[in-house]
């Protein structure tokens, strides 16, 4: 493991179940001598990504902040999508999510309720659940076969995964299924009462790079037509890739120079 992906696991320890960690706990952790641990907590301290708690221990600094706001300042995301989001959220009158994979994880990225108050279950830098959420299960669905098979063995013993299939064969077909549909569907699996229809983003690789969701009460979804729901959901995945695409593409230069 390189020295930055190190760096990162040590910030990934602080979360809601245990927010300050001491250089032995770290060192404890994540299996790495004292010294070492003492060595980051240094770095992350100097950069401002920790902060020393009165207690003695460390938890997430300022610093972390400021990289979100140039996050959402640089993220095409709103930019090019914000009002198409905007208007999906306001004619379904559902949650809509978008959602990235990273490091075998489905983190949320942006949500636009049509309340236009957020809704802590599935605010900006939530992970969620791997199986439970139709979030995730797209965004897994759409993994080449190798990754498909390493995350089906690193959850042995899970129980969330056996919803899928508790052996790799009815796993793969489960996810071969979902791809074939092109969306996935879950109801009360992740929040009682609530229903998730997810879209995959996808690259030029046919690689899902995560997922268009929206979300909401059974109660709401019983107001339409799921199929032209569905579609509706579909169309606006593909209009949002495309843009993003677009806008990942470099502006040419113009030529400057004046002609004799």
Known sequence: MSSLKKIIAVLELVSDEK?????????????????????????????????????????????????????????????????????LAQETGLIVLVSYWLNDQVLNVYERNPTGSGDPRYGRGQVTSLFRSSTARIALAFQKPARQKRIFDRHAGNPDRD?????????????????????????ALLVPGQIGLAAPLLNS?????????IVGPARRFALFD????????????????????????PTPRRNTRRRA
């Open 19 to 87: 927010m300050s960690w001491t250089p032995e706990e770290i060192a404890k952790t994540l299996k790495v001598s004292l010294p070492t641990a003492y060595r980051y907590v240094r770095e992350l301290y100097g950069t401002g990504l920790f902060a020393r708690l009165p207690s003695g221990g460390y938890t997430l600094g300022p610093r972390i902040v400021t990289l979100d706001y140039q996050m959402r300042r640089t993220d095409p995301l709103e930019r090019v999508g914000g009002g198409l989001l905007q208007n």
């Open 163 to 187: 919803l899928l299939g508790s052996d790799w064969p009815s796993f793969r077909k489960a996810l071969n299924e979902i791809r074939r549909e092109g969306t996935s569907r879950t109801e």
């Open 205 to 213: 690789d046919g690689i899902a790079q995560g997922s268009l969701t």
């Open 226 to 249: 799921e199929a032209a729901l569905r579609q509706r959901l579909l169309d606006t995945t593909k209009e949002l890739t495309r843009r993003l695409a677009r806008a990942s593409r």
